[in-house]
């Protein structure tokens, strides 16, 4: 089943845009199916859950942390993680400068951006995640996340069943994006959009996803 859900979306997805297969709740078995089904990338939003999974699985995997990360699991998860998508308070990412900067380590990571519609959601606001690029950008600057590779953003569509509303908020964090590449081009490495789920991928695909996360449509409810 894994499989054949592997070759259909990989079936519809455009080159360029990588698959994040959300393997979160399931067992290392089910994960190890899709590996050897040649899936490489996966994500997990529990750090206790995430670094037994990394630790157990094959070395060779790409770990995305796509969940909340409060400051005192760094340690379980940026060992591991190859991009931690959900910088949501400028707390963390302090901390995981400081993380960093005490391991030697320079931590990939997307910005989220809070929409507003669910105040459940974390996040940060638009005027917030230019504030953090303006300190970042520029050869005058002096760079006060030395230890962090700002890759790009990462959002979630409003919870509903409303194509037309998911749509128009992955629109926003679109236009979102390109206005900050047009402020900030010196940032080279700010180039992903991390937006869809199962349910709304091709949405997202089709309002400039370079990254999807999927998880119920490959292995199946949890």
């Excluded at 070759?7 to 845009?17: A, M, S």
């Excluded at 995997?61 to 940026?78: A, M, P, R, S, Y």
């Excluded at 690029?133 to 996340?145: C, K, Q, R």
């Excluded at 962090?148 to 953003?153: A, E, K, M, T, W």
């Amino acid at each position: 089943m894994v499989e054949d859900n592997l070759k259909r979306i990989y079936g519809e997805l455009p080159p360029g845009v990588k698959l994040v297969a959300v393997s979160k709740f399931h067992p290392s078995s089910v994960i190890l199916s899709a590996y050897q089904a040649g899936q490489r990338c996966f994500g997990e939003n529990r750090p206790q859950e995430f670094a037994a999974k990394a630790r157990e699985l094959p070395g060779d995997i790409e770990w995305h942390f796509i969940g909340h990360l409060q400051t005192n699991k760094l340690k379980l998860v940026l060992p591991y993680a190859s991009m931690v998508e959900s910088v949501d308070s400028l707390h963390l990412l302090d901390s995981i400068e400081n993380w960093g900067k005490a391991n030697g380590r320079i931590i990939s990571v997307l910005l989220e951006l809070h929409l507003g519609a669910e105040e459940t959601k974390g996040g940060f606001t638009e005027d917030e995640i230019t504030g953090i690029l303006e300190s970042v950008s520029g050869t005058d600057a002096v760079n006060p996340y030395p230890h962090v590779r700002f890759c790009g953003l990462m959002g979630m569509a409003t919870n509903t069943d409303d194509n037309s509303r998911v749509e128009a908020d992955f629109i926003r964090i679109r236009e979102f994006k390109e206005r900050l590449d047009s402020s900030f081009p010196d940032l080279k490495d700010f180039r992903e959009l991390s937006i869809g789920m199962s349910n709304d991928w091709k949405i997202a695909v089709h309002q400039g996803a370079t990254i999807v996360r999927i998880g119920t449509a490959i292995f199946g409810p949890r």
